[in-house]
């Protein structure tokens, strides 16, 4: 399982902030003939874009083409022109005649000349006064000239924020030569954007691909020494070389030896930066050697091959050589971050020595646009001294945090020859990926966001790492396996499931998912993640099944993940989801299923697996007990596995404001009678699991006892001192093991309602309503602090209209029912139909029989469009028929109104973090607990008895009044009544 660093040092690359201002207009001021002899075969705007496309470059820029002045200056009073290009003879006007009246006007518009190369053209360039030209250029035939003076422009202009606030590294080129620099700059940017596509790789998506091109170096042109030094004396911390000629103007006359005296003030400041000087006199060459700097004679036929192999092995442009530093000769080398990581234990001291004390290896980083761990290795300053192999290894944990922090709030394209342990998000396919996966990013983008989140002392918060399939591998295998009318049929939920467990998912999967398995070498589950589900409107809480499949032999595990996938798009046709679609009025053909394959939370214990607890907390409470309120929201957490939470079984309830006060544990009696008894685990038998309808086919539910072994329980376990009939926190004491969460909510063992309060509270604001989170916290991890994982998110849907009926004028005695914990808001009319469970035959050991018996009612109303009201003992809706009758939402979706009630040895608090429970408050199902026994509310249960039944079986009655009745709940008070119409 992953570790979750502190990520304070590596701050955010904003390469949404790089390269803001652009050229998207150009004024080309030329003659017809001109025109022509640009274009060649195409137009220059055709040529540009194929060059900007072959680059992966964007937004290439619109020319606009006139061939006189006149022209050129309607068009700039019509247009927001960006830059002028014009060619050397423009009719009427000279261009530097041009250009000097164009300034007056456009000052700030950047105006270049092209020229064809002659020393003619030479001559005239000396005689003419160029002051209002910013540079000319020599047009050799190609695009790749426009392109390049095109990005010198930007870099011009986006220099100074890209490279002081971003940190984009720079090169910086002397030449005063028109005909070297108009040689040079083409090939300097053409190798720029190819090293950028290379560096692009390090993004995990084509967003952030394309996004990081922007932080490629940039291109400084400097034509005099004052500008060089001062371009030099502004960017020295982020310059990664400097190419200079030797002879150039300083203080305004021509000086031979200006690039000696460049690169002699440079190397005095750093002896390390690499330096080319370039002239036609060989005996330079000399001159070079002594300084330490490079050199490439211009006459050379090799000149650009030589500026190639410079830019390359100087300006860290290729992939990084280590060397040996008494040699030269190449040791090893590497081409992206990864190879970095995994490769530097076997790179011997002294050659990393040799290039930690040059910068080398953080330049090389900066020039992948890879510029906060790049900043933070330029910090790990060494000397002869230093213990290298110490430095090595902090070098390798400084890599793996920021490949960590960098994964984190990002959803990455899953590559497999790429992925490894540290993409915590990534995507299959390029559909949408559903509801509840879009809340995992959504978690994950937040933990991010956050620092008392992504920084906590105590703990580390994450998501566990998580694949998702996006919907178009649902749709590719519904299309070619010919499954749609097998779904949309009526066939029973089995004959489905066996229709779908034949078809053939896409051939890459396989491949896709073994890589997986490989890299995450743990339990995985797979969770439906639907188009549908979890939306801001209509929460599908539990409604599509969640299958887990042990680790066996990475191959026959893909087996079983494919075959789980396929259960779960089967569940998409079930009955279940059927009538929540009739619920919901959606269409069930419009419906598609993403797929969130996640590493299951936990530690292995013998052959069973689960984490230490699981939990959900709620950011509003429905049912508050003072001094608890609403807004303060509520916590249900046990041990195990969240199914024991989410199916209704007993787990512990508490407020996140008031940790210590859990009416759970106010007596002994209470303590023993309703705090949890079994927890369920994952099987490690991979032999267990079997595609099934029933989604929990390979789980344990065992008894608590069990997990002292394991160790579990130190932190949530008391024990019941039967002689002295106390609860004794800790386990010294023999007894009963009572699942109290005593050293975590009355210790702080660990700061589970800290944590609750602060992800409840940053939910609701971010979602900007009420939200419900699922978790799981191993406190047995390998890493030195314990984690806290995020495993869901999902908005609580509540009334949009605040005011609810009043209550005030109707008598509680007078209603059939009167309660006051009612969960809702609003009326409900016109329902004459109550099925209810008879109390005289209850017993809870008939629950599961009793929740078949609804059903087949259930069905029998639906169909004949008729809602009801449904009653009965216990927690609906539980998957522990101990505590309620056990009824899926399919099997009593038309119920309008639903009520809970206790009986005199039979009271049971309504759970707040079921699915069941979630999905009544999506559907805006009235919801009320009554419990007669002990005075809270009433239900006039006689009335039933004694009108006569349309249906009744031994467990279960079905009533038909003629006068229809109402339920109102007031949402303010939690109060409910239920009253017939018209009353007499």
Same mark, same amino acid.
């Given at each position: 399982?992953?570790?979750?660093?502190?990520?304070?040092?590596?701050?955010?690359?904003?390469?949404?902030?790089?390269?803001?201002?652009?050229?998207?207009?150009?004024?080309?001021?030329?003659?017809?003939?001109?025109?022509?002899?640009?274009?060649?075969?195409?137009?220059?705007?055709?040529?540009?874009?194929?060059?900007?496309?072959?680059?992966?470059?964007?937004?290439?820029?619109?020319?606009?083409?006139?061939?006189?002045?006149?022209?050129?200056?309607?068009?700039?009073?019509?247009?927001?022109?960006?830059?002028?290009?014009?060619?050397?003879?423009?009719?009427?006007?000279?261009?530097?005649?041009?250009?000097?009246?164009?300034?007056?006007?456009?000052?700030?518009?950047?105006?270049?000349?092209?020229?064809?190369?002659?020393?003619?053209?030479?001559?005239?360039?000396?005689?003419?006064?160029?002051?209002?030209?910013?540079?000319?250029?020599?047009?050799?035939?190609?695009?790749?000239?426009?392109?390049?003076?095109?990005?010198?422009?930007?870099?011009?202009?986006? =220099?100074?924020?890209?490279?002081?606030?971003?940190?984009?590294?720079?090169?910086?080129?002397?030449?005063?030569?028109?005909?070297?620099?108009?040689?040079?700059?083409?090939?300097?940017?053409?190798?720029?954007?190819?090293?950028?596509?290379?560096?692009?790789?390090?993004?995990?998506?084509?967003?952030?691909?394309?996004?990081?091109?922007?932080?490629?170096?940039?291109?400084?042109?400097?034509?005099?020494?004052?500008?060089?030094?001062?371009?030099?004396?502004?960017?020295?911390?982020?310059?990664?070389?400097?190419?200079?000629?030797?002879?150039?103007?300083?203080?305004?006359?021509?000086?031979?030896?200006?690039?000696?005296?460049?690169?002699?003030?440079?190397?005095?400041?750093?002896?390390?930066?690499?330096?080319?000087?370039?002239?036609?006199?060989?005996?330079?060459?000399?001159?070079?050697?002594?300084?330490?700097?490079?050199?490439?004679?211009?006459?050379?036929?090799?000149?650009?091959?030589? @500026?190639?192999?410079?830019?390359?092995?100087?300006?860290?442009?290729?992939?990084?050589?280590?060397?040996?530093?008494?040699?030269?000769?190449?040791?090893?080398?590497?081409?992206?971050?990864?190879?970095?990581?995994?490769?530097?234990?076997?790179?011997?001291?002294?050659?990393?020595?040799?290039?930690?004390?040059?910068?080398?290896?953080?330049?090389?980083?900066?020039?992948?646009? @890879?510029?906060?761990?790049?900043?933070?290795?330029?910090?790990?300053?060494?000397?002869?001294?230093?213990?290298?192999?110490?430095?090595?290894?902090?070098?390798?944990?400084?890599?793996?945090?920021?490949?960590?922090?960098?994964?984190?709030?990002?959803?990455?394209?899953?590559?497999?020859?790429?992925?490894?342990?540290?993409?915590?998000?990534?995507?299959?396919?390029?559909?949408?990926?559903?509801?509840?996966?879009?809340?995992?990013?959504?978690?994950?983008?937040?933990?991010?966001?956050?620092?008392?989140?992504?920084?906590?002392?105590?703990?580390?918060?994450?998501?566990?790492?998580?694949?998702?399939?996006?919907?178009?591998?649902?749709?590719?295998?519904?299309?070619?396996?010919?499954?749609?009318?097998?779904?949309?049929?009526?066939?029973?939920?089995?004959?489905?499931?066996?229709?779908?467990?034949? $078809?053939?998912?896409?051939?890459?999967?396989?491949?896709?998912?073994?890589?997986?398995?490989?890299?995450?070498?743990?339990?995985?589950?797979?969770?439906?993640?639907?188009?549908?589900?979890?939306?801001?409107?209509?929460?599908?809480?539990?409604?599509?099944?969640?299958?887990?499949?042990?680790?066996?032999?990475?191959?026959?595990?893909?087996?079983?993940?494919?075959?789980?996938?396929?259960?779960?798009?089967?569940?998409?046709?079930?009955?279940?989801?059927?009538?929540?679609?009739?619920?919901?009025?959606?269409?069930?053909?419009?419906?598609?299923?993403?797929?969130?394959?996640?590493?299951?939370?936990?530690?292995?214990?013998?052959?069973?697996?689960?984490?230490?607890?699981?939990?959900?907390?709620?950011?509003?409470?429905?049912?508050?007990?003072?001094?608890?309120?609403?807004?303060?929201?509520?916590?249900?957490? =046990?041990?195990?596995?969240?199914?024991?939470?989410?199916?209704? $079984?007993?787990?512990?309830?508490?407020?996140?404001?008031?940790?210590?006060?859990?009416?759970?544990?106010?007596?002994?009696?209470?303590?023993?009678?309703?705090?949890?008894?079994?927890?369920?685990?994952?099987?490690?038998?991979?032999?267990?699991?079997?595609?099934?309808?029933?989604?929990?086919?390979?789980?344990?539910?065992?008894?608590?006892?069990?997990?002292?072994?394991?160790?579990?329980?130190?932190?949530?376990?008391?024990?019941?001192?039967?002689?002295?009939?106390?609860?004794?926190?800790?386990?010294?004491?023999?007894?009963?093991?009572?699942?109290?969460?005593?050293?975590?909510?009355?210790?702080?063992?660990?700061?589970?309602?800290?944590?609750?309060?602060?992800?409840?509270?940053?939910?609701?604001?971010?979602?900007?309503? *009420?939200?419900?989170?699922?978790?799981?916290?191993?406190?047995?991890?390998?890493?030195?602090?314990?984690?806290?994982?995020?495993?869901?998110?999902?908005?609580?849907?509540?009334?949009?209209?605040?005011?609810?009926?009043?209550?005030?004028?109707?008598?509680?005695?007078?209603?059939?029912?009167?309660?006051?914990? =009612?969960?809702?808001?609003?009326?409900?009319?016109?329902?004459?139909?109550?099925?209810?469970?008879?109390?005289?035959?209850?017993?809870?050991?008939?629950?599961?029989?009793?929740? =078949?018996?609804?059903?087949?009612?259930?069905?029998?109303?639906?169909?004949?469009?008729?809602?009801?009201?449904?009653?009965?003992? $216990?927690?609906?809706?539980?998957?522990?028929?101990?505590?309620?009758?056990?009824?899926?939402?399919?099997?009593?979706?038309?119920?309008?109104?639903?009520?809970?009630?206790? @009986?005199?040895?039979?009271?049971?608090?309504?759970?707040?973090?079921?699915?069941?429970?979630?999905?009544?408050?999506?559907?805006?199902? $009235?919801?009320?607990?009554?419990?007669?026994?002990?005075?809270?509310?009433?239900?006039?249960?006689?009335?039933?008895?004694?009108? *006569?039944?349309?249906?009744?079986?031994?467990?279960?009655?079905?009533?038909?009044?003629?006068?229809?009745?109402?339920?109102?709940?007031?949402?303010?008070?939690?109060?409910?009544?239920?009253?017939?119409?018209?009353?007499?």
């Amino acid at each position: 399982m992953q570790s979750n660093t502190v990520y304070n040092r590596f701050s955010e690359t904003a390469f949404d902030q790089l390269m803001q201002k652009r050229i998207h207009k150009i004024l080309l001021i030329c003659s017809s003939y001109d025109a022509f002899m640009l274009e060649e075969d195409g137009r220059i705007d055709e040529q540009l874009f194929n060059e900007y496309v072959s680059l992966n470059l964007r937004y290439p820029p619109h020319f606009i083409q006139v061939s006189s002045a006149g022209e050129a200056f309607k068009v700039l009073k019509e247009e927001k022109i960006d830059l002028i290009i014009t060619m050397l003879s423009v009719g009427e006007m000279d261009p530097f005649s041009l250009s000097r009246k164009i300034k007056e006007t456009y000052s700030k518009i950047p105006i270049v000349v092209l020229t064809p190369f002659s020393r003619e053209v030479s001559m005239q360039l000396e005689r003419e006064d160029t002051s209002a030209i910013d540079y000319v250029f020599c047009w050799l035939g190609n695009a790749n000239l426009l392109l390049a003076i095109i990005k010198l422009i930007e870099d011009g202009m986006n =220099a100074d924020h890209d490279i002081h606030e971003i940190g984009v590294q720079s090169i910086l080129l002397v030449e005063d030569s028109v005909r070297f620099y108009s040689s040079y700059l083409p090939l300097i940017y053409k190798i720029v954007f190819r090293q950028s596509k290379k560096f692009m790789q390090e993004g995990l998506n084509e967003h952030q691909k394309m996004m990081r091109m922007r932080g490629r170096p940039k291109i400084l042109l400097a034509r005099t020494y004052e500008e060089a030094e001062a371009f030099y004396n502004k960017y020295r911390s982020n310059l990664l070389g400097i190419i200079s000629d030797v002879s150039f103007k300083h203080e305004g006359t021509k000086e031979r030896g200006a690039g000696i005296n460049l690169a002699k003030r440079v190397k005095e400041d750093n002896p390390y930066m690499p330096f080319m000087l370039q002239s036609s006199d060989s005996g330079i060459a000399e001159v070079a050697k002594e300084l330490k700097v490079g050199f490439i004679h211009k006459q050379s036929k090799f000149l650009l091959q030589e @500026l190639k192999d410079f830019l390359n092995t100087y300006l860290a442009f290729g992939d990084f050589v280590f060397i040996n530093p008494k040699t030269g000769e190449e040791i090893t080398r590497v081409s992206n971050l990864r190879e970095l990581q995994n490769k530097l234990m076997e790179i011997p001291d002294e050659s990393l020595l040799y290039h930690f004390k040059r910068d080398h290896i953080s330049k090389w980083l900066t020039a992948r646009a @890879l510029f906060p761990i790049g900043d933070v290795i330029r910090e790990m300053k060494v000397d002869d001294d230093v213990d290298i192999s110490a430095h090595k290894q902090k070098l390798i944990r400084v890599i793996a945090e920021f490949r960590k922090s960098k994964g984190r709030g990002v959803i990455a394209s899953f590559d497999r020859d790429r992925y490894d342990e540290y993409m915590t998000f990534s995507r299959i396919g390029q559909g949408s990926i559903g509801g509840k996966a879009r809340g995992l990013a959504f978690l994950n983008s937040i933990i991010k966001k956050h620092t008392e989140l992504n920084q906590h002392p105590d703990a580390n918060i994450m998501i566990p790492r998580t694949i998702v399939l996006g919907i178009d591998v649902f749709e590719n295998f519904m299309e070619e396996n010919d499954l749609y009318s097998i779904g949309l049929s009526d066939l029973p939920d089995e004959e489905i499931l066996r229709h779908f467990i034949r $078809g053939k998912l896409p051939v890459h999967l396989y491949d896709d998912l073994l890589k997986f398995v490989q890299v995450v070498q743990r339990p995985v589950a797979i969770r439906s993640s639907s188009v549908l589900e979890d939306s801001h409107y209509q929460p599908f809480a539990g409604i599509y099944t969640t299958y887990m499949i042990a680790p066996s032999n990475d191959e026959e595990m893909v087996l079983q993940i494919m075959d789980a996938i396929k259960c779960v798009y089967a569940s998409v046709y079930y009955k279940s989801s059927k009538a929540y679609m009739e619920g919901t009025t959606n269409l069930i053909d419009e419906e598609r299923m993403g797929i969130v394959l996640q590493e299951v939370v936990g530690q292995a214990h013998g052959n069973r697996f689960y984490p230490t607890f699981s939990g959900v907390a709620r950011s509003v409470n429905f049912y508050p007990i003072p001094p608890e309120r609403a807004e303060d929201g509520i916590v249900n957490v =046990a041990l195990g596995l969240g199914r024991q939470i989410v199916e209704g $079984g007993t787990s512990l309830r508490f407020s996140p404001k008031y940790p210590h006060k859990v009416l759970q544990l106010s007596t002994p009696e209470m303590v023993v009678r309703e705090t949890q008894k079994t927890f369920f685990a994952l099987d490690l038998d991979a032999g267990r699991f079997e595609p099934s309808v029933n989604d929990g086919i390979n789980l344990l539910q065992l008894n608590v006892g069990d997990a002292e072994a394991d160790g579990s329980l130190k932190w949530l376990a008391s024990v019941f001192d039967m002689q002295n009939h106390i609860i004794r926190d800790g386990l010294m004491a023999d007894g009963v093991r009572l699942i109290t969460f005593a050293n975590i909510l009355k210790y702080d063992a660990f700061p589970l309602a800290e944590i609750c309060r602060n992800i409840l509270a940053i939910g609701q604001d971010e979602m900007k309503q *009420p939200v419900e989170i699922e978790f799981a916290v191993d406190m047995q991890a390998p890493e030195s602090k314990p984690v806290f994982y995020l495993l869901q998110i999902r908005p609580i849907v509540s009334s949009n209209n605040p005011i609810g009926p009043d209550l005030s004028e109707y008598d509680p005695e007078d209603c059939f029912l009167y309660s006051e914990s =009612a969960l809702g808001n609003g009326e409900v009319h016109d329902i004459q139909d109550v099925v209810y469970v008879k109390t005289d035959t209850f017993k809870p050991s008939l629950n599961r029989e009793i929740a =078949a018996h609804i059903e087949k009612i259930n069905d029998k109303l639906q169909k004949k469009g008729r809602p009801y009201l449904l009653i009965g003992p $216990g927690r609906w809706g539980s998957q522990d028929p101990w505590l309620g009758v056990p009824v899926r939402w399919g099997q009593i979706a038309g119920a309008r109104t639903i009520v809970e009630m206790g @009986l005199e040895n039979y009271h049971v608090e309504p759970s707040q973090g079921t699915h069941f429970f979630q999905n009544l408050t999506s559907l805006r199902v $009235g919801y009320l607990t009554v419990n007669p026994s002990i005075g809270e509310g009433h239900i006039k249960m006689d009335l039933l008895d004694s009108h *006569p039944a349309e249906e009744e079986t031994g467990l279960v009655r079905h009533v038909r009044f003629e006068k229809p009745f109402s339920t109102l709940i007031d949402g303010k008070s939690n109060k409910g009544i239920i009253v017939f119409d018209q009353q007499d």
